[in-house]
């Protein structure tokens, strides 16, 4: 079982790629495509061309992992704006933003509620 935690960015990136692609090839992608460093220990998630298949790279101090997944049937539902295939660049994913595309979960219908937010202790109260 895979989980995200807060500690780490996950990023899509919004091109497809060829799912042909190892480790080597997705880590060049990062550094040159997208102009990130590989090793700063965030994921990025590559969805291929007819979105059924995902890979997921990340560093973890003594090398990459390297995860894939390939459904046997329908595709990942991608977040909206992520624009797989036109698109470059990469778009920002929460922890439970990329559980749900890799469990499959329609984000485009998800409906979010508003949370409590506590102000910055540095911002000045209201004058009475």
């Known amino acids: ?17 060829d799912m042909r692609k190892g480790c080597a090839s997705l880590v060049a992608l990062v550094e040159n495509a997208l102009g990130n ?9 590559f ?15 003594s090398g990459f992992w390297l995860c894939a997944k ?3 049937q329908g595709t990942f539902a991608v977040p909206k704006g992520s624009a797989i295939e036109t698109a470059t660049g990469t778009i920002t994913l929460s922890p439970a ?3 749900m595309l ?27």
Not at 1 to 17: E, H, K, N
Not at 104 to 109: A, F, L, N, R, T
């Open 1 to 17: 079982m895979l989980t995200f935690g807060d500690s780490r960015r996950i990023f899509l990136a919004r091109q497809a790629i």
């Open 47 to 61: 969805v291929g061309r007819q979105k059924n298949r995902v890979k997921l790279i990340a560093w973890d101090r």
């Open 37 to 45: 460093d590989p090793y700063a220990g965030d994921i990025y998630v």
């Open 97 to 99: 933003q990329i559980q």
């Open 70 to 72: 390939r459904l046997e």
């Open 102 to 128: 890799l469990e499959g979960i329609d984000v485009h219908h998800a409906t979010y509620h508003a949370h409590y937010h506590r102000r910055d202790v540095g911002a000045s109260a209201p004058s009475a």
